[in-house]
């Protein structure tokens, strides 16, 4: 689960066929939040926007198509493969590590990262950096999973709360923080950001209508076996729980947090 670059304890394969789907079913999930917390900031026609760890590129394209002719997207990640469709003239893909990698300063009316930070080493250096490349006033949003609700569902179900508690316990033992989402609040408050504004999303739902939490539990399947913090009967029971349209379990899944800030 951990990326090639050392500087990022990234928990995918970022390559592989699989991250394609895996990225596309949670900007199903998500999109919908994220759009609409970049609506509330007034991204208008003519912005120059910044999006990191752009992934899939759906947050992109919306970007592109709402700055318009006029306007200016920036899309980065580690690995751009899944990237490479995004055509429109008013779009730059670039591969970047943004830990390492220059970004420039008061260059963007905004930029938007989401699940990039709990992978980093340094987060707090991180959203220096991106506040850096902001014009004064320019916006920054940043969202971030607190896994602390993963192993919540109901009706009761001892397997999942095990089997969903393993991942928080396999990326703290590779270096990443589990719980990133909720420290997003103190992290802009002590960048000296303006205008902070959190909020925590979760959106509970029976097993088959979250394929992409299945695609996650199958991609690092041996790495928590091998960890010993499943066997392979649980996870396997988990894994086949989201192919059963019968199913009845209504998880959570992690909370994502939404937070916006102003470049003073």
């Not at 397997?159 to 969903?164: D, L, P, Y």
Request: aromatic fraction near 6%; charged fraction near 25%.
């Amino acid at each position: 689960m951990l990326e090639r670059m050392a500087s990022t304890t990234y928990m995918f394969d970022t390559a592989e066929e699989g991250e394609r789907d895996r990225l596309l079913a949670q900007a199903l999930m998500w999109d919908p939040v994220t759009r609409r917390r970049l609506h509330d900031i007034g991204v208008t026609e003519g912005w120059r926007c910044l999006e990191v760890g752009a992934g899939s590129g759906t947050v992109t394209r919306w970007l592109a198509d709402t700055v318009g002719e006029t306007g200016h997207v920036v899309a980065t990640d580690i690995e751009t493969k899944w990237l490479r469709s995004l055509d429109a003239p008013n779009v730059q893909v670039m591969r970047h590590d943004v830990t390492t990698d220059p970004l420039g300063e008061s260059v963007y009316d905004l930029i938007c990262a989401r699940l990039v930070l709990v992978h980093l080493p340094d987060p707090h250096a991180t959203v220096d950096k991106l506040l850096r490349a902001l014009v004064p006033g320019g916006w920054l949003l940043v969202e971030e999973y607190d896994m602390i609700s993963l192993p919540m569902c109901h009706p009761p179900d001892a397997t999942w709360r095990k089997v969903a508690a393993a991942p928080a316990e396999m990326l703290s033992m590779g270096g990443g923080d589990p719980h990133m989402g909720a420290k997003l609040t103190s992290i802009l408050h002590a960048t000296g950001a303006a205008d902070v504004d959190t909020e925590a999303v979760a959106l509970p739902r029976r097993m088959p209508q979250v394929p992409s939490w299945q695609a996650q539990f199958g991609q690092f399947r041996e790495r928590l076996v091998d960890a010993g913090l499943v066997s392979p009967a649980e996870v396997d029971k988990v894994i086949a729980d989201f192919d059963d349209e019968s199913c009845d379990l209504v998880v959570y899944g992690p909370l994502l947090v939404s937070a916006r800030c102003r470049k003073p």
